[in-house]
């Protein structure tokens, strides 16, 4: 896939425009969204992604469109997935709703930084070192094993908030414990104070970088084409906030939603073991050659989709039945 300097630039000065709109707009009035301009917002954004995918499809062919959709698809519901840990940090850190919006948005600007970074150094490797696609596979792997555990053993809420960043901060430097609208920081009493909303940015960047680490590798098994990762990872991020204010509510309920990531991931991994196999000849000398195509992996992206959310609404419906069983309310 042969993309110019000139589209590049255009695709980033545009994300860049869109990202400085967003943050003017909301950072001189910050407000809780309502469900009519989050659902405005979510479905102008997932309608851009599908016409990207159709212009890539028009211009370079139905290969390089359908590893748009699957990096596209991974990276949206990986961005999902991450929202549970977001409504955590609002949740402990008791970010006012009227704030949330605008935190999401440094937060999600910090992730395409993270991840822009990530894609430049994944790309620079993967041209060098085909022994890479070792590396991320058996990360891939290892990040499935863990999301299952995880699942299996849920940690305590504290701990998804707290890291390493966040207690340095908490240990160097003063704080305020009230919120001051967006400040970062204030002066009181001649000494420079930071507020609960740097905290709250803290935590969501530093969680992004986490989650960077996991992404990236994952839509490198899908696209080794830069800018597809680039542009996916994007229209992921892109309604995310609104998506937060949307479903909030409706994340308790995909209970399996880790269950089929980790899925995901795990199969991603091993079609990055298999690619590396290949370019080395180690499938030729063991005389076998796995060629998982990219509308397979489509294909096993989107029912594993289907059925964890299928399945995770029939759990939640049932074990709100049997509450209310409990409580002796009439069934909803």
Known sequence: MHVTPTVWTVTILATLALLAFDLIVIGRRPH?????????????YVAMAVMFGVGVW???????????FAGWLTEYSLSIDNLFIFVIIMSNLRVPRKYQQYALMVGIVLALLFRGIFIALGAAAIERFSWIFFVFGAFLIWTAWKLLMDYLNPADDDEKTENFAMRWVKRTFRSTDEYHGTKLTIVENGKRLITPMLFVVIALG?????FALDSIPAIYGLTQEPFLV????????????????????????????????SFILAFIGV????????????????GFSVDVPIWLSLMVIIGT???????????????DQRENERAGRPPA
């Open 206 to 210: 530093s969680t992004d970088l986490l």
């Open 230 to 261: 680039f542009t996916a990872n994007v229209f992921a991020l892109m309604g995310l906030r609104q998506l937060y204010f949307l479903i909030g509510g409706l994340l308790q309920r995909l209970v399996y939603l880790s269950v089929g990531l």
């Open 305 to 319: 989709l289907v059925i964890t959310t299928v399945a995770s609404l029939i759990k939640s419906r049932r074990d």
């Open 32 to 44: 809780e969204p309502s469900m009519k301009e989050c659902s405005i917002a979510i479905s102008i």
């Open 58 to 68: 028009s211009v370079s062919g139905p290969r390089f469109a359908g590893e748009f």
């Open 271 to 286: 079609k990055l073991v298999l690619h590396a196999m290949h370019e080395y000849h180690v499938d030729e000398r063991w």
